[in-house]
Structures are given as structure tokens and as C-alpha cells.
């Protein structure tokens, strides 16, 4: 069944706009998009679909495919004073950032693995802001619709998060990464084809629960910012290798470990588009094990799974691998040999087992089109 026939089962009546949105991979560019850096992610298969409706009554009615289909009923007064709860606030966010004055019947199937690190929040968020943007006119550009939806997640749910997972959601194309400018948001496609080259990049959800709202990532984001502060700088972007190193004492050692992350990680997405542009994939495998070993030492993001993800990974033949998305747990990439794929997922499958671990998932994706209304 269609998320049509399922809104019109759930609701009683036809969608007037269905819209999907995909979840994405940060191939590289952690941690540095709230600091105005650049990032290099794409887009996966996994979309989330969003069918809505508008109603007269200023109430807004949720179902959601993967909650038992129970409908969640609240209205525009409550949303405005930020009242609702858990996934729901992903919603209303939207809802409230895009000043929609409407009510709505609006139902969800989400795809994108919920705690994986996959971003499936701006997935949702997108999906809806998509859908919004269509049904109402409102004539909003792509990257308006990344800081509304980036505001929603800051502002309504208390997600301190950057601009990236937004963006790539919007603005994906098929086959490219988006090298994507965290301080303006302007972009440039980058070709991505390891298939070409009989490589994957192979996804690892480690299946340990990743969740940005209990501080962890919000006090990363701080020390970035205070950071900033003692230089006098907007943000990490105006802050080179060189003069950090050179005003170390100027830092606490937890400020300066953040602040080399933030700082080395941006020049290693730059690299990474030389590498690709040049299909130097030995160097841009280099690349992601340099940035796996900031997140887990500079950064201390990074957890047991997501280490023996990736130590297993290279272990076993991967040219590079490391942790993605906001750390905590979630997901891990392996740039692997396309011939190398069963032997390193059972490899790690393997380690898991002897750590007492939960049994890790394997996916792979090509870079895949962004945003978009269905019907």
C-alpha cells in the first residue's frame, strides 16, 4: 500500500501533496558545520515520504507508518506555544518555523533508520517542509528551506545541530556528493562513482542508540564557540592550523582538542574533493581514517562499536573507514574492494559477537536525488 491509500485509510479522504525527503552520508566534514565549515555529504536511497492535506479547523493530526498508525492530534495554539512531545516535535517544528496558520492531516513513512546516524530528523523534516512549501505557494528557495527546517530543530525541538543534514536532504543530486559551505551555503556537485572503480562504501549501523538531545553534542558545539570567542572570530572557519597551534596556551586543553578537530577537519575536506576530482581513493581512504581518529581523540565522540566498526574494517582490507553523523553511537563507513564486502561485513558481524555487542546492520547506497514532490 502507498502512502496515498495509507492517508486516505488513516484520514478518510485523499492527500493533496505527497513529498519525500532522503536520509545521507557525511562521506567527510563532522562537527564543522555549525562552525561555519565546509562538509561533504550525499544523499541515500532511504527517503522519508510525507502525504498532507489542509483542514479548516486549526487542528493538526499526525499518523506515522512506523508508530502503529495511531493518529496524534493537537492544534495550531498549542504548536505556537511549543507544547507536544518526542518525534512529533520534529513536526510540529516545521510546522511552526514556516508559520503555517492552516490546520493539517498529515501522515508519515519514514525509511531512514531512526538512531543510525543517517540524519532521519531532516529526512522528516524535509519531507514535510517539502510538502508545506507546494501545498501553501510559498515559493521558499532550497536554501531557505535547509534554515527553516536547521531553525525548527534549534529553536522547537532544542537540537543544536548545524546546517549540513538540511541541506543535503534539499539540495541532493544523483551520483554527487555536495560540497556544501557551511558559512553561506553555497554548493558545488562533486562526482562520486566508486563503482566504477569496483569500490563501495559500505554503511555500518553499529545498532548503538545515537541520540543529540542529552547534552553530549550541545557542549561540543559550546567549546567550538568559545573557541571563537577568545579569538574574536565569527567562528572556527577564520581560525587556521597555524595560529591555533601558535596560541595554544590561550586554551584549556579540552578547547584546544576541540578546536584542532574543527579546524584539521576542514582542510581534510578539501583534500577529500581534491582525491575524489583526481580518484585518488587511496588518499581520500587516508582521509577518513585521520578524521575517525580526531572524532574519537579530539573530539570524543566516538564509542566502543563505532571503534571496532571501524579498527575491524581496516583490519580486514578497507582502504578507509570512519564514524558519521553526531557520534554517540550510530553508523560507520568502510571504503572497501567491491570483492572485499562479504568478508569484511562477516568480519565485523564477528567482532561484534565476541564483545557482547548487539549484531550490527550493513547497507550500502549510491549518492542519490534529493527533496522532491511526488504528487
Known amino acids: 500500500m502507498d502512502i496515498k491509500e495509507l492517508f486516505t485509510k488513516g484520514f478518510g479522504y485523499p492527500p493533496e501533496v ?190 548503538a542508540h545515537h541520540a543529540l538531545t542529552d547534552g553530549g553534542y550541545a557542549k561540543r558545539r559550546e567549546s567550538c564557540e568559545e573557541v571563537a570567542k577568545i579569538f574574536s572570530i565569527a567562528s572556527l572557519r577564520q581560525l587556521s592550523m597555524e595560529s591555533l597551534l601558535a596560541h595554544k596556551t590561550k586554551l584549556s586543553d579540552i578547547q584546544f582538542k576541540r578546536a584542532h578537530h574543527g579546524v584539521s577537519e576542514m582542510l581534510r575536506v578539501l583534500d577529500a574533493v581534491k582525491a575524489l576530482e583526481a580518484e585518488d581513493f587511496e588518499a581520500l581512504g587516508q582521509l577518513l581514517n585521520q578524521s575517525h581518529n580526531s572524532l574519537r581523540d579530539d573530539f570524543e565522540v566516538s564509542c566502543p562499536e563505532l571503534d571496532i566498526a571501524v579498527d575491524t574494517a581496516l583490519s580486514s582490507g578497507a582502504l578507509g573507514a570512519r564514524m558519521v553523523g553526531g557520534g554517540f553511537g550510530g553508523s560507520a563507513i568502510a571504503l572497501i574492494n567491491e570483492s572485499d564486502a562479504g568478508a569484511i561485513s562477516l568480519a565485523i558481524e564477528k567482532a561484534f559477537a565476541q564483545s557482547g555487542f548487539k549484531a550490527p546492520r550493513f547497507f550500502d547506497s549510491l549518492p542519490s536525488d534529493g527533496a522532491k514532490v511526488i504528487s
Open 18 to 207: 505527497v513529498a519525500s525527503a532522503p536520509g545521507r552520508v557525511n562521506l567527510i566534514g563532522e562537527h564543522i558545520d555549525y562552525s561555519e565549515g565546509f562538509v561533504l555529504p550525499f544523499a541515500i536511497d532511504a527517503v522519508t515520504k510525507c502525504a498532507i492535506a489542509k483542514r479548516d479547523d486549526g487542528k493538526i493530526r499526525i499518523i506515522s507508518a512506523q508508530k502503529k498508525n495511531q493518529i496524534i492530534e493537537n492544534n495550531l495554539e498549542s504548536i505556537a506555544a511549543k507544547e507536544g512531545s518526542a518525534w512529533s516535535r520534529y513536526i510540529y517544528g516545521v510546522i511552526w518555523a514556516m508559520e503555517i496558520d492552516s490546520g493539517l492531516d498529515i501522515y508519515i513513512d519514514g525509511k531512514v533508520p531512526l538512531g543510525a546516524g543517517l540524519s532521519s530528523s531532516a529526512a522528516l523534516e524535509c519531507s514535510l517542509a517539502t510538502a508545506l512549501n507546494h501545498l501553501f505557494h510559498l515559493e521558499k528557495t532550497l536554501p531557505e528551506l535547509a534554515r527553516l527546517t536547521q531553525w525548527a530543530e534549534n529553536e522547537y525541538v532544542g537540537v543544536p545541530c548545524g546546517i549540513m543534514d538540511q541541506s543535503i536532504s534539499l539540495m541532493a543530486r544523483a551520483g554527487y556528493g555536495l560540497l556544501l559551505d557551511c558559512q553561506d551555503l553555497s554548493t558545488r556537485h562533486i562526482k562520486i562513482d566508486f563503482a566504477s572503480n569496483s569500490l563501495r562504501l559500505l554503511i555500518i549501523d553499529t545498532q
